[in-house]
């Protein structure tokens, strides 16, 4: 069974910074590309940041560039994000995802249950 967890998320101030993990087990870590999403309340999920497992390639929305970090542990079987300069525009549930293909244009396989960010003004 596949499971992405998760953690890290938490209140911070505005110019903060938090990093997110997510633990993946019942799936070869290394065969996925993984990204992270998130979504308000309301709104439509998006795309934050997608990596790659064949090459590292690295995308980011542009609302994020400059200020997130996405990274991996094959080792581990973990995926993070780094969250610098957030901003309560960034306040929302975060999500792991991800799929069996070298990008995530694609659309995405599996999904974590999401971690909490909320950014105080």
């Known amino acids: 069974q596949v499971r992405l967890v998760e953690s890290g998320g938490g209140l911070v101030q505005a110019g903060g910074s938090l990093r997110l993990s997510c633990v993946a087990s019942?799936?070869?870590?290394?065969?996925?590309?993984m990204a992270w999403f998130r979504q308000v309340p309301g709104k439509e999920r998006e795309e934050v940041a997608c990596?790659?497992?064949?090459?590292?390639?690295?995308h980011y929305a542009d609302f994020v560039k400059g200020r997130f970090t996405i990274s991996r542990d094959n080792t581990k079987g973990t995926l993070y994000l780094q969250m610098d300069s957030l901003e309560p525009e960034d306040t929302a549930d975060y999500y792991c995802?991800?799929?069996?293909?070298?990008?995530?244009?694609?659309?995405?396989?599996?999904w974590g249950a999401g971690a909490l960010v909320t950014v105080s003004s």
């Open positions: 990596l790659s497992n064949i090459d590292g390639t690295k």
């Open positions: 995802a991800a799929v069996s293909d070298f990008d995530c244009s694609h659309g995405m396989d599996w």
């Open positions: 019942g799936l070869t870590f290394r065969s996925y590309a």
